[in-house]
């Protein structure tokens, strides 16, 4: 890993340890008899759904920060930015409402269930949509990143 990309694996590990915590303090029986306020809301809900949205928060950070960095590279490697920031958003999105349940599912009826999960649905397709454009639109210098990785010195070894 060049000097320029090691700020990636402070991301990996604040993610990893999130989600860890999350874990923990969400089986922890103090957290899951805590209520909050309603009956139906515990703290452990709450304390996952803080960690995981968290998580979740520094993985697009990550993607936009890789875009932003494949952009300032310039050369093929900024046509890489558009793919990779849509794949993070297409990670995101529908994880997204999986830990935003978690919180709300006590307070939803059936018509706001529905109308949430239509809402991530369509953002969900139009994440995809973005990221195949992006695929597409960036088609060619895709292939020349995965051409020159074929050819690095490692390969001819």
């Known amino acids: 890993m060049t000097r320029p990309w090691m700020w990636v694996g402070k991301y990996v590990l604040v993610i990893v340890?999130?989600?860890i915590?999350?874990?923990?303090?969400?089986g922890l029986g103090l957290f899951r008899a805590a209520t909050l306020g309603a009956p139906r809301l515990t703290a452990a809900a709450l304390a996952r759904f803080i960690a995981y949205g968290g998580a979740l928060g520094m993985l697009w950070l990550l993607g936009r920060r890789a875009a932003e960095q494949l952009?300032?590279?310039g050369g093929g490697l900024a046509g890489l930015a558009a793919p990779v920031l849509s794949l993070a958003t297409?990670?995101?999105t529908p994880s997204a409402y999986g830990v935003l349940l978690q919180l709300v599912e006590p307070f939803l009826s059936r018509a706001l269930r529905s109308l949430a999960e239509w809402v991530f649905i369509l953002g969900t397709l139009?994440?995809?949509?973005?990221f195949?454009?992006?695929?597409f639109t960036n088609f060619?210098?895709?292939?020349?990143a995965l051409g020159r990785g074929?050819?690095?010195?490692?390969?001819?070894t």
């Not at 195949?132 to 695929?135: E, G, H, K, T, Y």
């Not at 060619?140 to 020349?144: A, C, I, N, R, V």
């Open 17 to 19: 340890v999130a989600l």
């Open 21 to 26: 915590l999350g874990a923990v303090l969400g």
């Open 71 to 73: 952009r300032a590279a």
């Open 90 to 92: 297409l990670i995101v």
């Open 126 to 130: 139009a994440a995809a949509v973005w």
């Open 132 to 135: 195949v454009w992006a695929l």
């Open 140 to 144: 060619d210098t895709l292939l020349e």
């Open 150 to 156: 074929a050819k690095s010195p490692k390969a001819a």
